[in-house]
């Protein structure tokens, strides 16, 4: 990972560098590339405009790392009412959440008792729930309320991290779950004994996760732009004999629109992740440290004018 990379992802998690950032004129327009508004009516609006090119929506209200039970409430609250408003206007969405904006750091089982009650109101809407998969530091907390949750309800699309070296073996024991999986890379800055460095690395691993998860789970998503992944995927369902619906690509709002577009012409199910709300910050640092480019238009939007 390089030192840049390391840098924003560290500047994410600091409030020091959150307070000067949002204080600074940041472009509007740099904000609004990856996130839809500010409201559950903006990221719906972009959902269904979505859904008229044939392209599905994963709705996420901005927030992650909470500290106070009454704003953990606060989220359920609102994911509450972003799947009744979704089911609705009947858009053609699933919902993504963070365990630790349901409270996971607080306590697991007040975090399990929401992630629970949204799973009952998502499958009363006859919705899908996702879950995001976060810092290392979470990760086992996050899987043991996931289990617990999978012993009484259908089991959430859940996220691994193919970069993180224990994500093989954490996979073994999900497949028995039926654990429905959507595979990603990896955001966050992990140290060299926790996850894989390199890039060639981690295609091969991403390679080897994608055959796994269509021997071993329930209808896998791969949630990439990277265009030889998602061709790796094409081939694996192939090989298979499966067709295009067999599985799904997913990519994030504002990045690679025209491969998004592409592929949900050629008959692939695609989903785009549409993040919404004011906690936009630790969201955007990430999507900067994915990709240099973004990080000069960044520094020319913190500049004047
Ligand atoms: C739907 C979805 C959900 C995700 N959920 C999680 C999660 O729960 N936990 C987690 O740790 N990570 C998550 N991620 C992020 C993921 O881990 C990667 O950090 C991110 O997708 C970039 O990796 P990539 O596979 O697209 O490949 P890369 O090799 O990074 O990118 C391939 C190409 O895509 C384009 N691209 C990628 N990112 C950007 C960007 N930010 N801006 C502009 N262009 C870009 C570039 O053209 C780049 O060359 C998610 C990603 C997606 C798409």
Known sequence: MSVTRRALLWLGGRPGAQRIVQRTPLSRSMVRRFVAGDTLQDALHVIARENRSGIGGILDELGEGVHETAMAERAAADYAAALQASRQQAVDTTVAVKLTQLGLLIDQEGCLSRIASLCDQAEGAGMRLEIDMEHSDVVDATLQVYRRLAASHAPPRLAVQAYLHRTPGDLRSLAELGTPIRLVKGAYSEPEDRALQSQEELSARYRELTDWLFDHHPDPAFGTHDGAMIGYAQT?????????????????????RDLQQELARAGYRVRVYVPFGSAWYPYLLRRL????????????????G
């Open 236 to 256: 694996a369902a192939r090989r298979r004999g499966l067709g295009r619906q067999s599985f799904e690509v997913q990519m994030l709002y504002g990045v690679r």
């Open 289 to 304: 440290a994915e990709r240099p480019a973004n990080l000069r238009f960044f520094l020319r939007s913190l500049g004047p």
